[in-house]
């Protein structure tokens, strides 16, 4: 089965806020989550908390997933050194 990705509106923001370049290296990876939201290199932000993250360079892409729907949410996007600061609560 495969998921539907959707974007939180600040996600989508930040997303078309980035370079070109960038965002089509990054919508790679995003495309990629609809047929498996969960790769190899996703790793849990915390036990607690349902958010994973995944890199791409020197980007990240945090997202839910919710299984009882097949959705992945995009929560943020973002430069490494700035995307964990702003992590919605």
Known sequence: MAYR?????R?????RAL????????RQRIDALERDPRPVDAERLSAQDPLYRIRA????????????IL???VVQVG???DVY?????
């Open 5 to 9: 990705v959707e974007f939180s509106r």
């Open 11 to 15: 996600a989508d923001r930040d997303f």
């Open 19 to 26: 370079a070109r370049q960038v965002q089509e290296r990054l």
């Open 57 to 68: 360079g020197d980007y990240r892409i945090i997202y839910a997933v919710r299984d009882d």
């Open 71 to 73: 959705l992945v949410l």
């Open 79 to 81: 430069h490494r050194r």
């Open 85 to 89: 600061r702003r992590i919605p609560g």
